[in-house]
């Protein structure tokens, strides 16, 4: 079946431009995760969805940084007035309700910023 | 300190080496934690989760030490295609959703 997908799957922009990123998850998967990485580094978590409960911040590294997630399906990740250090892969993951079960990536988005 | 720990290497072994790699990481109450590989400009992609009793899937064995708070992983008669980066990950038993990812372990097998 289809697995995650992202787009775009690059985005070079200017800094100070706001940008999207979005996110397809598996069909029925309840869990959809954001996380950043960095050239040469690991995943940082960003923001959590799961179902219809609050989502999970924790990870996003200031306001200007938000996400959505409409209808318990697609994601949006949106950066505002991007900065150089947000240049980085954008990768989503979604996995069934259950928390042991693996996350499936999608192959990610990489955002340069001028 | 880091919530999650590793060595990032690079490990280079010969082809048919024995390698071993450990994580640490910081939560006690941790509850879940896996193995995943990420080839060069690639996604993550789950190797194997780890259980308390230890498992083992073909060349590679998983362990869970609660006591010292490490995992590891064991890959027996390294292969060229196992290169790769592996990333430990935690979930910890915080009542939020967090998954921590740890940097990676860098390895190379070489002919």
């Known amino acids: 079946g289809a697995g995650v997908s992202q787009s775009p799957s690059n985005k070079v922009t200017e800094k100070g431009k706001d940008v999207e990123l979005r996110c397809d998850p598996i069909?029925?998967?309840?869990?959809l995760y954001w996380y950043r990485q960095s050239l040469g580094q690991g995943l940082e978590f960003l923001i959590y969805?799961?179902?219809?409960?609050?989502?999970?911040k924790s990870g996003l590294p200031s306001d200007r940084f938000s996400a959505e997630r409409t209808g318990g399906s697609v994601s949006t990740l949106t950066i505002q007035r991007t900065q150089q250090e947000d240049s980085a892969v954008y990768l989503c993951?979604?996995?069934?309700?259950?928390?042991?079960?693996?996350?499936?990536f999608g192959p990610g988005t990489r955002l340069l910023v001028l | 300190r880091k919530e999650v720990e590793q060595d990032p290497g690079p490990f280079n072994v010969p082809e048919g080496a024995t390698v071993a790699f450990n994580c640490t990481y910081s939560?006690?109450?941790?509850?879940?934690f896996f193995w995943y590989r990420q080839d060069c400009r690639k996604e993550p992609k789950l190797l194997m989760s780890?259980?308390?009793s230890g498992n083992e899937d073909g060349r590679f064995t998983a362990q869970l030490n609660r006591a010292s708070q490490y995992i590891s992983l064991l890959i027996r008669d390294s292969k060229l295609s196992d290169s790769a980066t592996y990333l430990c990950?935690?979930?910890?038993?915080?009542?939020?959703?967090?998954?921590?990812f740890g940097a990676g372990t860098r390895l190379f097998v070489k002919a």
């Open positions: 969805f799961q179902g219809n409960s609050a989502p999970d």
């Open positions: 993951a979604s996995r069934p309700s259950k928390k042991r079960e693996t996350q499936y």
């Open positions: 939560n006690s109450a941790s509850q879940s």
């Open positions: 780890v259980y308390s």
């Open positions: 069909s029925g998967h309840t869990a």
């Open positions: 990950v935690v979930i910890p038993n915080t009542g939020g959703f967090k998954t921590i």
